[in-house]
């Protein structure tokens, strides 16, 4: 079986790559989509197991996105976790209102995104 899948939607460079970093050193594959148009095509050649989606993206904003794929049937099932830079009360709230499982506040402490990560996927399979 192969390893799963993560969508990252990020449009920093560093918190892509720092992201990428984290996820492929635990043996997952990842590819990642700076804007909601590439992870729409994204998707669309392969559904991830997961996605992690910042929440403000050039255009179109990452909760906004995320009610999309929360009220398409193909993508409702994915587990998709938020990630801000600006962790201000309420967001939580919000991001679990638009459909997110959970949420990572950034910037991103590694050890608790993998271990993150592993508990979203667990409880989707």
């Given amino acids: ?15 892509q790559m720092l992201t990428v970093a984290v996820l492929e050193r635990d043996g997952y594959r990842v ?3 700076g804007t909601t148009s590439e ?6 050649t392969e ?5 992690l989606m910042d929440v403000q993206l050039p255009g179109e904003d990452g ?3 995320t009610r999309q794929l929360k ?5 409702s099932p994915i587990p998709i976790v938020a990630m801000t830079a600006h962790a201000m009360q309420g967001d939580a709230e919000q991001a679990i209102e638009a459909g997110c499982s ?18 979203y996927l667990a409880v989707a399979r």
């Fill in 102 to 119: 959970g949420y990572i506040a950034k910037p991103i402490d590694t050890r608790a995104l993998a271990e993150q990560v592993r508990r």
């Fill in 39 to 44: 992870a729409r095509e994204q998707i669309k």
């Fill in 71 to 75: 009220r398409n049937p193909t993508t």
């Fill in 63 to 65: 909760l906004a996105f």
């Fill in 47 to 51: 559904t991830p197991h997961l996605i």
């Fill in 1 to 15: 079986m192969s390893a799963p899948l993560i969508l990252v939607v990020e449009d920093n460079e560093t918190n």
């Fill in 31 to 33: 590819v990642v989509a």
